[in-house]
């Protein structure tokens, strides 16, 4: 059967948004959110241009709220529902089946991702509940990074740590980064899964990633997303020990250190003006020093990841910006791209400036690797392996 329709949830610790995605078909046919759910000032939005309020709607009302209006978009019955689950830990490499077993598995990993699996699990329960017969499949943001051998997902700490308790680095936005090394090499004429990418995934959180081949080999987000790069709150790489010279020299517990790291720092701690680079480019052009400062430390910082990650590489068949940022703030690629001359990767001025927003196209200047702006497609990529999971299980699994 062809044109098979999946529902994608992505289930939020307030939120639950839902798209609704046809096999093989870009964009969503319907999408929705609703917010701020266990709240009185809980609401829905739609595509549709529906709002409505939900007071104190949990996770299960607001999606038997939303579900009348996806039935009116279908023309067939769904195929499946794909759940974005943030952390499979190592024992989910791939999309998987839910039931009883996986959810414990999900449930299992919480404390790896204890803010995000469990707003996931809820969307998961809610959807089984009012879809009994509909499979149900989980993608994991930390599956696609699965591949990296040990010595790109080890600390330097004693084993007992890994061993026992899992520490050790997992990555995130994989489905990002698979889809768009995917579809890089299908538009180098290299074909889908092939090529040495570097990919960099900048949106208010933001990851690299070295992909070989359809491989991940290596990534810049580590146990959790506050690893790496330098993200629109997020700190990402700092000192280990700045958590111990805050306790002592402020006072401050732990808590409150990573209330820093992870809702006051990054471009917002920078600039000490917002995490939006719309309004920090904004605000550089005006002279704002903090505004200057952040850009400059971000695409510095993004540069010197994107080096260190092609080692992880045998050679570099190309660059690949995506996300809200990276698909939309040519002074973002231009700057960052200005880092980079070590890996013979140049920059089109022209053909970047003049790249429309949120449009694919490629900038590298002539004899440089390819430099692709490309729109990531995570709902996308969510319903296809959620597809390509069911078309591996037996009919009995999946009726």
Excluded at 240 to 249: D, F, I, S
Excluded at 266 to 277: F, K, V
Excluded at 342 to 357: F, H, K
Aim: a negative charge.
């Amino acid at each position: 059967m062809t044109n098979r329709l999946v529902l994608v949830i992505n289930g939020g610790s307030s939120s639950i948004k839902m798209a609704l995605r046809r096999e093989d078909t870009p964009g969503a046919l319907f999408d929705a959110i609703a917010e701020r759910l266990n709240t009185s000032q809980a609401c829905y939005t739609t595509s549709d241009g529906e709002r409505g309020e939900l007071a104190n709607a949990t996770h299960l009302d607001a999606l038997n709220a939303l579900l009348p209006m996806v039935e009116r978009h279908l023309d067939r019955p769904l195929s499946a529902v794909g759940h974005r689950v943030v952390h499979g830990g190592e024992r989910f490499t791939s999309a998987q089946l839910l039931n009883d077993d996986i959810i414990a598995g999900i449930e299992a990993n919480v404390p790896l991702a204890p803010l995000h699996n469990p707003a996931n699990l809820t969307g998961i329960r809610a959807a089984m509940q009012l879809l009994p017969q509909t499979p149900q499949v989980a993608v994991f943001d930390t599956a696609f990074h699965q591949t990296m051998p040990p010595h790109a997902f080890r600390y330097a700490l004693p084993d007992e740590l890994y061993a026992v308790h899992g520490v050790r680095r997992y990555g995130f936005h994989g489905t990002s980064h698979k889809y768009v090394s995917d579809q890089a090499g299908l538009l180098t004429g290299l074909g889908k899964g092939n090529g040495a990418w570097l990919t960099a995934h900048l949106g208010n959180g933001c990851s690299s990633c070295a992909v070989l081949d359809g491989s991940s080999m290596d990534t810049s987000m580590g146990l959790t997303p506050l690893e790496g790069l330098v993200m629109g709150t997020r700190s990402g790489d700092v000192d280990p020990n700045l958590h111990a010279h805050l306790a002592r020299t402020l006072g401050w517990d732990l808590s409150r250190i990573e209330q820093l790291l992870n809702r006051e720092s990054g471009l917002l701690g920078l600039s000490g003006l917002s995490n939006d680079m719309r309004e920090l480019e904004q605000a550089r052009a005006d002279g704002h020093s903090g505004a200057q400062l952040a850009i400059e430390v971000f695409c510095y910082r993004l540069a010197r990841s994107l080096a260190g990650l092609s080692v992880a590489l045998p050679r570099i068949d190309g660059l690949i910006f995506t996300g809200g940022i990276g698909e939309n703030s040519a002074l973002t690629r231009a700057l960052t791209l200005k880092h980079l001359a070590v890996l013979g990767l140049r920059i089109d001025p022209d053909n970047n400036s003049a790249l429309p927003r949120g449009q694919a196209g490629r900038i590298e200047a002539k004899g440089s690797p390819a430099i692709l702006v490309i729109p990531t497609d995570e709902e996308r990529q969510i319903a296809e392996e959620s597809l390509d999971l069911l078309d591996t299980q037996p009919r009995s699994q999946t009726a």
